[in-house]
């Protein structure tokens, strides 16, 4: 089975500190992606990886940034943390090609005090 | 740009009934897969069934059927059969054939009553 996991399920920061979350995959994926899920507003794409150090942003990049240095683990970023950036944030990962299917880690809950 | 459109915030049926949640979308990809995707409380998103647009043959997955329409970009679930564990958020996605370019929609709770 595929594993994909995330480094907390919960996390409390204040304002203006460096968050780091991880997502780590067992399945050699190509391309990994860090999403934000938000009541009414479905999941948004924050940063997609298709393979090591490589990156493309998302529909909502600003404020965050992402490190693939090694293919099984993804880093986002959160330069300096806002209120705004609570949120649930969820990391996934999927064969490359056509219709693959994402595999979706357990999701990490901030809160942004 | 790429949309996805569901209509329905909330739905409960009864165990052992019927249920379809609804979907609609807009992209200008030539070719593009659908997903649908179950999120249960406090448990990891699955994929519960996939669609190819160039087929014109729904999807089916045991209890689980789409309703593709590709002319009026709709793309409903329809779910036999209900039972407990199909409590979950329900989120409809699409996708290119080539690229990440994936778009969800807002998704649809739905509680299985006893």
């Known amino acids: 089975d595929v594993k994909v996991t995330q480094s907390s399920r919960y996390l409390v920061k204040r304002t203006g500190e460096k968050v780091f979350l991880e997502c780590v995959q067992d399945m050699d994926h190509e391309n990994m992606f860090w999403y934000r899920q938000d009541p009414g507003l479905g999941l948004r794409l924050i940063y997609f990886s298709y393979d090591v150090k490589m990156k493309e942003k998302g529909d909502i990049p600003e404020g965050y940034s992402v490190s693939r240095e090694k293919k099984e683990r993804f880093s986002l970023i959160l330069e300096s943390a806002s209120t705004n950036q609570t949120s649930m944030y969820l990391c996934?990962?999927?064969?490359?090609?056509?219709?693959?299917?994402?595999?979706f880690g357990p999701g990490t809950r901030l809160l942004v005090l | 740009a790429q949309t996805v459109t569901q209509s329905q915030p909330e739905m409960s049926v009864q165990e052992a009934e019927t249920v379809t949640l609804s979907c609609t979308y807009d992209t200008s990809e030539n070719n593009y897969y659908l997903f649908w995707y179950k999120q249960p409380p406090s448990r990891q998103m699955i994929l519960v069934i996939r669609q190819e647009a160039y087929k014109q043959q729904n999807a089916t997955e045991n209890r689980f059927s789409v309703n593709f329409q590709k002319a009026a970009k709709s793309f409903s679930l329809k779910i036999s059969d209900s039972q407990l564990g199909d409590t979950a958020m329900y989120f409809c996605?699409?996708?290119?054939?080539?690229?990440?370019?994936?778009?969800f929609g807002p998704g649809t709770r739905l509680s299985v009553l006893p």
């Open positions: 996605a699409s996708g290119p054939d080539y690229g990440q370019n994936f778009v």
């Open positions: 996934a990962s999927r064969w490359a090609g056509g219709g693959e299917t994402q595999y």
